[in-house]
């Protein structure tokens, strides 16, 4: 079985401040882990994910993560915070099926 | 253009009716989905398709009822609708592959409003 957790359902930083969102799973076998983005009144989109190989995974809209396995975390970050960056982040673990497993999600908000 | 559309958007109705979602993908994907969003933003799979096949059933009230009548299309029928059930509805495909770990896309989703 997986499960995800992040914490902090709502996150603040300031334009142009660095955006670190956390993510830790639980899997009893290898995982695959995504963040999606929900904009207000949207769908999700997928931002990145990690399957195998290269542990740090580059995104769209400059988000990127690092997969640590003795951490079991992924955590999301962006070097610079943008307004439009504000939306609702979830994280999302799989363990080789297709059964996608949500967090609870973070909002973040940008601040001028 | 669209790659995952819903219809409705949004559904406003009374409870005891009967309801239906409808989702289309034009990806060409394999496999279909239906998430339930609630008010506190979890979401959490309901049913899953393959080849109109179902694979994924969590235990939802079989008040929920999903029809997939191909590969493009997973429809979701609810009957007598409660308070509860109100949430967002999201629809998403995937094209399944061996070891997993693709990309699900998703629909914009349908609002539905039980009073």
């Known amino acids: 079985a997986q499960s995800v957790t992040q914490l902090g359902s709502h996150v603040s930083v300031s334009e142009g401040a660095l955006v670190l969102l956390r993510c830790n799973y639980s899997?009893?076998?290898?995982?695959?882990l995504f963040w999606y983005v929900q904009y207000p009144n949207q769908g999700l989109q997928l931002l990145l994910k990690y399957t195998t190989g290269a542990t740090l995974v580059k995104g769209i809209n400059g988000f990127e993560a690092e997969f640590k396995k003795s951490e079991t975390s992924f955590h999301l970050t962006k070097p610079s915070a943008h307004m439009s960056d504000a939306a609702e982040y979830f994280c999302a673990v799989t363990g080789g099926g297709n059964k996608l497993t949500f967090g609870t999600g973070t909002q973040l908000k940008v601040e001028l | 253009d669209t790659a995952v559309s819903q219809t409705p958007k949004y559904l406003v109705t009374q409870m005891g009716n009967d309801k239906s979602i409808k989702c289309e993908q034009n990806l060409g994907h394999d496999t279909m989905y239906w998430y339930k969003q609630d008010s506190k933003k979890f979401l959490k799979i309901m049913f899953s398709y393959n080849n109109k096949e179902l694979i994924i059933n969590e235990t939802v009230p079989n008040r929920f009822s999903p029809k997939s009548p191909d590969k493009a299309h997973l429809n979701l029928h609810i009957n007598s609708l409660e308070l509860g059930d109100s949430a967002v509805y999201f629809c998403a495909s995937s094209q399944v592959r061996a070891g997993g770990g693709e990309t699900q896309y998703f629909g914009p989703g349908t609002r539905l409003l039980v009073l």
């Open positions: 899997s009893s076998v290898p995982p695959y």
